[in-house]
């Protein structure tokens, strides 16, 4: 019995995800030109498991995104943005 619990406490263990990141990325949106540019790129990006938050500004033309790396990726990030009609690039490095 006791080496039953010990077999379930190790593969419990082992079967664990790995410990997720949470990275920030900022990103170059130069599409965004208008005051509802922000709120797309933004509900397009939060449509993503994984994206804690975003933050667009039309006015600086970039996108803010605190995303868990276990989840989402980068790229799919930009394939968001892109999908809803604004290429973005990353600016900077992710943190």
């Given at each position: 019995?006791?080496?039953?619990?010990?077999?379930?406490?190790?593969?419990?263990?082992?079967?664990?995800?790995?410990?997720?990141?949470?990275?920030?990325?900022?990103?170059?949106?130069?599409?965004?030109?208008?005051?509802?540019?922000?709120?797309?790129?933004?509900?397009?990006?939060?449509?993503?498991?994984?994206?804690?938050?975003?933050?667009?500004?039309?006015?600086q033309k970039t996108?803010?995104?605190?995303?868990?790396?276990?989840?989402?990726?980068?790229?799919?990030?930009?394939?968001?943005?892109?999908?809803?009609?604004?290429?973005?690039?990353?600016?900077?490095?992710?943190?």
């Amino acid at each position: 019995m006791k080496d039953l619990i010990l077999a379930t406490i190790f593969a419990l263990f082992v079967t664990q995800p790995g410990h997720a990141e949470q990275r920030t990325a900022k990103l170059s949106v130069p599409g965004m030109f208008c005051a509802s540019c922000p709120f797309i790129v933004q509900a397009a990006i939060n449509d993503l498991a994984g994206v804690i938050s975003v933050t667009a500004n039309s006015e600086q033309k970039t996108a803010v995104v605190v995303f868990e790396d276990s989840i989402t990726t980068i790229e799919a990030i930009l394939s968001a943005s892109s999908n809803a009609g604004y290429e973005a690039t990353v600016i900077g490095g992710e943190s």
